[in-house]
């Protein structure tokens, strides 16, 4: 094991070395507290715990500091290789900053709705441990968006040849994956909760709000949320995410879809959506080879 070492810290620094110094600062803090968690116990002022994050305790600051928090040598493994497949395939589309608040959005949405979660677990069975036992931490929440972002911007991409996977089929099979293992009892519900809900935070993060020089958001067709799951079951789940949409346009949390025409020539009519840009559909024309991502 010790002769691998060198070998993963020169491959390590890397893959570091292209990033910004927001890819080097987060992985610098999460291998800190990786090595400050052999002397304290760093998950239990750093991570969500639901109970703490409720008031009157309101621990506000735990839902920046939870995606860096982790306490297993695979977990660190996983959080950095994360970090670095961002910082070399997403942040020179998006820059730095839109990395950064990409990263913040992402596990401040998981922090929340898993202590949201938990809370309505309590409420549901009057069992303390959903409220102070549970701690949400750990880079798994990034992790689930950044494979949202690459289904978006490289999906069609190959990840393995035998079977055959894309990377646009990636986020759910390891969503499935982690749901099995939680059945099983070999893995514990924050890290199936972590994962889930950085899926989740993560598209609705790119699909309606994300600035770009087309406006906000990708409408385009190829990232509709059904597109998620396989073929056969996506006419439902698109049916029942339209419906929800409906429900949030209403509400004004969501936008309704923009659609702009230009009849200028006579022949033809060009629609785009917002968040469709050619730039991007020809990438996902010719896409990019995209290493092996980290599992847990």
């Known amino acids: ?10 491959h390590f620094l890397a893959a570091l070395a292209g ?3 927001v890819v080097k600062s987060l ?13 304290l116990d760093t998950a239990y002022g750093l991570a969500v715990t639901p109970g703490y994050l409720l008031p009157p305790n309101f621990w506000v600051w735990t839902l920046l500091t939870h995606g860096l928090v982790e306490e297993r040598a695979w977990g660190l493994a996983a959080s950095l290789a994360t970090l670095g497949t961002a910082g ?23 922090g929340l709705l898993a202590a949201l979660a938990y809370f309505l677990t309590y409420v549901a069975s009057f069992h303390l441990h959903y409220l102070f036992a549970v701690r949400i931490h750990g880079g798994l929440g990034f992790l689930g968006g950044v494979l949202v972002a690459l289904k978006q911007t490289m999906g069609d991409s190959t990840v393995l ?9 990636v986020p ?13 009892a070999l893995v514990e519900s924050n890290v199936l909760a972590s994962y889930g809900f950085g899926l989740l935070s993560s598209w609705v993060y790119l699909r309606f709000y994300q600035r770009h020089s087309r406006g906000r958001g990708d409408m385009s067709d190829h990232f509709a949320f059904a597109t998620f799951f396989p073929e ?28 702009r025409y230009d009849v200028g020539a ?12 050619p730039q991007d559909a020809e990438r996902r024309r010719y896409p990019l080879p995209c290493p092996a991502l980290p599992c847990p």
């Open 19 to 21: 990033t910004s110094v």
């Open 1 to 10: 094991m010790r002769r691998y070492l060198p070998v993963a810290r020169q």
């Open 88 to 110: 070399r395939l997403l942040e020179p589309l998006w820059g730095a900053l839109e990395l950064l608040v990409f990263f913040a959005v992402v596990n401040i949405s998981v």
């Open 27 to 39: 992985s610098a803090a999460a291998v800190l507290l990786y090595l400050l968690s052999f002397g």
């Open 232 to 259: 056969i079951l996506q006419p439902v789940v698109g049916l029942v995410a339209n419906l929800v949409h409906s429900v949030l346009v209403k509400v004004r949390l969501c936008r309704k879809t923009v659609k």
């Open 161 to 169: 040849k035998v079977p055959q996977v894309r990377m646009k089929a």
């Open 172 to 184: 759910m099979l390891l969503l499935l994956l982690l749901a099995l293992l939680r059945l099983a």
């Open 266 to 277: 006579p022949s033809s009519i060009t629609i785009s959506l917002p968040g469709t840009d």
